[in-house]
């Protein structure tokens, strides 16, 4: 059985300031290094006029396929000082996703500066409350593992198709699906189940059904 994981439950934003400086945590959920680095960059053109932007996430460090069994994986931890002293911002701002058991989670500290220097102890509180009071401001849920992949089948079977994976929502199956020249149907289901739902799949559309990571 996959083990469940604790991460945020979706956005969460906080602010506050320290001696005229302004400081604004936010924190969202992502899968993987793209969703981390992209959630990042978004906030750095959001507020391009901050004096810093500190990124800091622990997400799983590969797609599924690179991983050594059903479930296992090798997570990413990565922060940055963004022109802050060095060890004053970005790995306080980690340690508070690491003492909280967080992963698949991404954080960004955004940081007006008020024309008082903090001296490291008081950025490093800073960076931390920001962090926190964020994932505070986003709640912490407990997560099952997800597998990722696409069913692709003609019009004639879609509807099988969405029967099954419609039957199946209480059991963590999620879906979009996108009506084209065919019908693709973009999959999230629990690791432990991936392969039975796969093989439910090819059952009910008689092998008919392409499967892709």
């Known amino acids: 059985m996959t083990e469940p ?3 945020v439950a979706g956005r969460g934003e906080a602010r506050f300031e320290v ?30 006029d901050a004096t810093h932007n500190v990124p800091a996430y622990r ?5 599924p396929s690179e991983r050594r069994a059903p479930g296992e994986v090798m997570l ?20 508070v996703l690491v003492q909280r058991d967080l992963r ?16 490291v102890g008081g950025l ?10 964020a994932v505070d401001a986003a709640g912490v849920v407990e997560e ?9 089948v003609e019009y004639d079977d879609s509807g099988t198709v969405r029967g099954v994976l419609e039957s199946l929502a209480d059991e963590g199956v999620e879906f979009e699906a996108d009506y084209g020249e065919d019908v693709s149907f973009a999959v999230r289901a629990p690791v432990d189940d991936a392969a039975a739902l796969k093989d439910r799949l ?12």
């Open 76 to 95: 990413r931890e990565y922060s940055s000082d963004d022109g802050e002293p060095s060890g004053s911002a970005g790995k306080p701002a980690l340690n």
């Open 104 to 119: 698949n989670v991404v954080a960004v500290v955004t940081r007006y500066y008020g024309g008082t220097n903090l001296g």
């Open 59 to 63: 997400v799983p460090a590969g797609p």
């Open 202 to 213: 090819r059952s009910a559309t008689s092998g008919r059904v392409e499967l892709s990571r």
């Open 19 to 48: 001696r005229g400086s302004e400081f604004l945590g936010h924190v969202t959920p992502a899968e993987d290094v793209e969703a981390a680095e992209a959630f990042v960059a978004s906030v750095r053109d959001e507020y391009d």
């Open 5 to 7: 994981y604790r991460t």
């Open 144 to 152: 099952t593992p997800r597998a990722r992949f696409t069913a692709r």
């Open 124 to 133: 490093a509180r800073a960076y931390s409350r920001a962090v926190k009071d």
